[in-house]
C-alpha cells in the first residue's frame, strides 16, 4: 500500500483528512480534474499548481490509444511526460463502457472497444488495463468494473456488479507495482440497496488502498443519487479514502462530503467554461448573455483568483463569444473556485465549523429559501440542521436577472457532463 489516510477532524459523517500520496501530499475533501489525455484543456501544470491542485485524473482508454502507455512508459511516466510533480489518478476504462456503448462489446473477458481513431479493435481486460495503468505511472489506479447507467433496471444490474468483483481479483493480480501505485476498487450495484451492500463487503474483503463510489452521475434522480452515496460511504472503511466517481457540481460536492465522501471529479468545470459559463457561489454566471456586454464588474468580487483579479464580464464576454483565450480564461477561474471550494470543505471540518459553512453556501445558492428537498433530506442523514435556510418548495429557481446569476441548471438530474 503506497498511501498514508489520516482523519483530522470531523463533523459527524463529514471528514477532513491528509491523503499521503508518493507524489504529494493532499487536503480532502478535494475536487480533481479532468485531464483524459494528460492536459487539461487551455491550462499549464504551472497554472494548475498555482490555483491548489492536488491531483489531476487522466484516462487509461484514451492514453493507450494516443499516445500509447508504452511510449508514456519509456519517456518516464506521465508525470515527467506533462511535467506534473504533483499526483495523478487514472481511470480504468470502464466508464468507456456507457460513453461509447455504441463502439463497446462487453463480455467476461472484458471489453472491446472499436477505435474512434482508427476503426481498430481493442481488447481491454483487467489485466490489460492495470498494465497500461501500470506503465502510465499514477499515484491511484482503478480497477476496470463492469459500468452500466443507473437508469438501467433488470439482470443487467446484477450482471454488472457480480462480474465487477470477479474483475477486481484479476485486477490485483495483474498489479505489478502495488509499492508505488495505489489500486482502488469501484462500488457498483445500480440504485438497488442490496446489490450496492454485496458490492461494499465483497471489495471491503480485499482490504484495499481506497475505495470508489461509481456507476452514479448517469441521469439518476437526486433522492436516489444522495442515498446511494450514504449507504456506500456508511459501509466502506473509515481508515480508508472514498471517492465518487464522476461528481462535480458543487452542491453535489457539498452533500457528499457531508455524508463522507473525500474525492471528486468530473469534466463539469472546464466543460461548461468552454460554453461560456462561470461557476460563482450564487450559481452559475452566463458570460454570452447580452447583458454582460457592459458589465464592469469581474465575475465574482470575492473570488482572489488571476481572471477574476484582471478582467470584466464586458471583457470576457466579447472573449468567449469569439477567442479561444475566453474558454481558457473561464477554465481558470472555474478551476479556481473549485479548489477554493475544497480547502473550504477541509478547513471548516478542521475547525469545527462545516454546519455554519454548508448553512451558508446553501442560503448564497438559495436566497429564496427554496433548498430542494433531497439537499434536505441529505442533510438529516448527515445530522446537519439547515432549517433556517430551507423552506419547503420543490427545485424550480428563477434566473437572478438582476445579476445575470442562473442557479437553474445546478438542480438537474445527477448527470455529470
Not at 454488472?160 to 493480480?173: E, G, K, N, Q, V
Not at 456508511?234 to 465518487?244: M, N, Q, T
Request: glycine fraction near 8%.
Amino acid at each position: 500500500m503506497a498511501l498514508r489516510f489520516e482523519v483530522l477532524g470531523r463533523f459527524n459523517r463529514a471528514r477532513a483528512a491528509r491523503l499521503t500520496l508518493p507524489h504529494f501530499t493532499c487536503q480532502t475533501p478535494l475536487f480533481m480534474p479532468v485531464g483524459t489525455q494528460g492536459t487539461i484543456k487551455g491550462l499549464t501544470t504551472d497554472q494548475l499548481e498555482a490555483i491548489g491542485c492536488q491531483i489531476i485524473l487522466g484516462n487509461t482508454y484514451h492514453l493507450e490509444l494516443r499516445p500509447g502507455s508504452q511510449l508514456i512508459d519509456d519517456l518516464g511516466g506521465l508525470h515527467k511526460f506533462m511535467n506534473w510533480k504533483r499526483a495523478l489518478l487514472t481511470d480504468s476504462g470502464g466508464f468507456q463502457m456507457v460513453s461509447l456503448l455504441h463502439l463497446a462489446d462487453i463480455t467476461e473477458e472484458g471489453v472491446t472497444f472499436q477505435s474512434p481513431v482508427d476503426g481498430k479493435p481493442m481488447l481491454l481486460t483487467p489485466e490489460e488495463s492495470i498494465h497500461i495503468q501500470n506503465n502510465i505511472g499514477a499515484d491511484i489506479i482503478m480497477a476496470l468494473d463492469d459500468v452500466v447507467k443507473t437508469t438501467i433496471t433488470g439482470p443487467r444490474i446484477e450482471e454488472a456488479m457480480y462480474r465487477t468483483l470477479r474483475w477486481i481479483d484479476r485486477c490485483i493480480s495483474a498489479h505489478k507495482k502495488p509499492d508505488v501505485q495505489n489500486l482502488f476498487g469501484i462500488v457498483q450495484g445500480g440504485l438497488d440497496p442490496v446489490l450496492r451492500d454485496i458490492c461494499v463487503r465483497g471489495l471491503v474483503e480485499r482490504n484495499l488502498p481506497g475505495y470508489a463510489i461509481g456507476g452514479l452521475a448517469g441521469g439518476e434522480d437526486k433522492d436516489s443519487f444522495w442515498r446511494v452515496v450514504a449507504q456506500c460511504t456508511a459501509g466502506l472503511p473509515e481508515d480508508k479514502p472514498r471517492y465518487v466517481m464522476g461528481v462535480g457540481y458543487p452542491l453535489d460536492i457539498v452533500v457528499c462530503s457531508a455524508l463522507g465522501a473525500d474525492m471528486y471529479d468530473c469534466v463539469y468545470p472546464t466543460r461548461t467554461a468552454r460554453f461560456g459559463t462561470a461557476l460563482v457561489p450564487e450559481g452559475v454566471l452566463k458570460l454570452k448573455q447580452n447583458a454582460m456586454a457592459t458589465d464592469e464588474r469581474p465575475i465574482d468580487p470575492s473570488c482572489p483568483c488571476m481572471v477574476c483579479k484582471n478582467y470584466t464580464r464586458a471583457y470576457l464576454h466579447c472573449l468567449v463569444t469569439k477567442d479561444p483565450m475566453g474558454s481558457q480564461l473561464l477554465s481558470y477561474h472555474n478551476l479556481s473556485f473549485m479548489m477554493r471550494l475544497s480547502r473550504d470543505l477541509h478547513m471548516s471540518i478542521l475547525e469545527g465549523r462545516f454546519p455554519e459553512f454548508v448553512r451558508g453556501f446553501l442560503r448564497v445558492q438559495f436566497p429564496k429559501g427554496d433548498v430542494p428537498k433531497w439537499v434536505h433530506n441529505a442533510m438529516e442523514v448527515a445530522g446537519i440542521d439547515i432549517s433556517e435556510c430551507c423552506t419547503p418548495t420543490n427545485c424550480q429557481h428563477d434566473a437572478m436577472e438582476d445579476t445575470g446569476v442562473d442557479i437553474s441548471e445546478l438542480c438537474p438530474p445527477t448527470k455529470c457532463p
